[in-house]
């Protein structure tokens, strides 16, 4: 059974550019969440959607944007990029997400921002 | 607010021994709790889900308790081995944290052969 799909796995972009990462669930998967992973901060949630309703938001600015498709995959949009956004974005799957069902991590995108 | 802490935040053994790495959390209204590895610059791989009326869980030479009252769980690593080196996160599934896991720093573990 294949499992999480992020991509990109690697983007550098400019300060002031946008960038579109996206993440493909296990199959019969509903619910995808993203987390935001740096050195300093670790592991931050940053929104999770479940039939493409978002049911939670981390507290990141609203340049940080998420969707999801009917076929449970998901995007998240990152506007105006700053350095500090720089960091390992990870996806996470989840039959129903929470009450008793695990997470499912993808490989991450990697984003650099210069 | 729930929060979690994981002791040490850094452990080197030589390979062989056994080892355990703890993971404690303020508030005991969890779901579940889930133990991760992480190797450098990569994703999250689990290796352990305990539901919160579970009191452990076992998957080869690791085993993972839970304790919901006291706040606290254990993984334990028996004969260690060098590719058990990387970092293990433990992340509570919360219900006061709706659809979204709260994660403990993390132990980076060296194992030395």
């Known amino acids: 059974k294949a499992g999480v799909t992020q991509t990109p796995r690697y983007l550098i972009k400019t300060r002031g550019q946008q960038v579109t990462l996206s993440c493909s669930p296990i199959s019969g998967h509903r619910s995808v969440s993203w987390y935001q992973q740096t050195p300093g901060q670790g592991l931050q949630f940053l929104f999770e959607y479940f039939s493409e309703t978002q049911r939670n938001k981390g507290n990141f600015p609203g340049r940080f944007s998420g969707r999801q498709f009917s076929n449970s995959r998901s995007e998240m949009n990152v506007s105006t990029l700053e350095l500090g956004d720089s960091a390992l974005y990870l996806c996470?799957?989840?039959?129903?997400?929470?009450?008793?069902?695990?997470?499912?991590f993808g490989s991450g995108t990697r984003l650099t921002v210069v | 607010k729930q929060e979690v802490t994981q002791i040490p935040a850094a452990l080197s053994v030589p390979e062989g021994e056994n080892l355990v790495l703890n993971c404690s959390f303020t508030d005991s209204a969890i779901y579940n709790l889930q133990w991760f590895r992480q190797d450098p610059g990569k994703g999250l791989t689990s290796l352990l889900l305990?539901?919160?009326?579970?009191r452990e869980q076992t998957s080869g030479r690791l085993n993972a308790s839970l304790d919901k009252s006291s706040g606290r769980s254990t993984l334990y690593i028996a004969a260690s081995q060098p590719g058990d080196s990387a970092t293990y996160l433990c992340a509570v599934s919360s219900m006061d944290s709706s659809y979204k896991l709260i994660f403990g720093s993390g132990t980076r573990l060296l194992v030395r052969p």
């Open positions: 996470a799957s989840s039959l129903k997400g929470q009450t008793g069902y695990g997470y499912t």
């Open positions: 305990i539901q919160s009326s579970q």
